[in-house]
């Protein structure tokens, strides 16, 4: 049973580029959550997904982020007009329920903005 | 504000000794707390959870605690290996949700 994986594993991207990151749960895992882990800081919550809907976005920046986890394929992260301040590394965790359930972690996409 | 503060935030032991890491957290209401240990380059790793009416957990050379009246935990490490060298993130969640409140996590490095 492979566990929650995430690609790519690193990413560089120019000001103003896009960045999209990929995340495919775990198998039988319906709940898709994204963090965020700037240098020197804890991971943050940033979005929960169910398929085809988002759940809680409140922790995603209003502006140029946004996310999705269609029926079928793995769930994007998407950054447009990438600053350097986006650079991080993020985290995917899926999990097969909601209350409390366990959530397992992806290996995670570091993002340079250069 | 819900927050979770680690301590220390970097160590450094020699190969089979002991270590003891603290985790003060604000989280209300609680539901659980776990710790995690995430290496380098990777995704953290669940080590234990607990409720609040528990006191103790331990999974093999890991032994946490929890005092959920002081809001306290720890982890102690015991006969510490060169492969225990990783981040210890303290994450607390709160009742009947989703979203995990981390620590900034221990640095610990074992030295052979």
């Known amino acids: 049973n492979a566990g929650v994986m995430q690609n790519p594993r690193h990413l560089v991207r120019r000001r103003g580029q896009e960045a999209r990151l990929r995340c495919s749960p775990m198998?039988?895992?319906?709940?898709v959550y994204w963090y965020r882990q700037l240098p020197e800081e804890g991971l943050k919550f940033m979005v929960y997904l169910q398929k085809e809907n988002i759940i809680d976005e409140s922790g995603m920046p209003k502006e140029r982020f946004s996310a999705e986890f269609p029926k079928e394929g793995p769930s994007i992260l998407r950054i447009q007009q990438v600053v350097r301040g986006d650079s991080a590394a993020y985290f995917c965790?899926?999990?097969?329920?909601?209350?409390?359930?366990?959530?397992?972690f992806g290996p995670g996409t570091r993002l340079t903005v250069t | 504000k819900n927050q979770v503060e680690q301590s220390p935030q970097s160590l450094i032991i020699l190969e089979g000794k002991n270590c003891t890491l603290q985790?003060?957290?604000?989280?209300?209401?609680?539901?659980?707390l776990r710790w995690y240990k995430q290496d380098t380059g990777r995704g953290p790793v669940s080590l234990t959870i607990m409720t609040f009416s528990e006191n103790t957990k331990s999974n093999g050379r890991y032994t946490a605690t929890l005092d959920a009246d002081t809001k306290q935990s720890s982890l102690h490490i015991t006969a510490s290996q060169l492969s225990d060298s990783a981040s210890y993130i303290c994450v607390v969640s709160d009742s009947g949700t989703y979203k995990y409140i981390f620590g900034t996590g221990t640095r610990l490095k074992v030295l052979a």
């Open positions: 198998k039988g895992h319906s709940h």
């Open positions: 985790c003060n957290y604000t989280v209300s209401p609680f539901s659980n």
């Open positions: 965790a899926s999990s097969q329920n909601q209350d409390g359930g366990e959530q397992y």
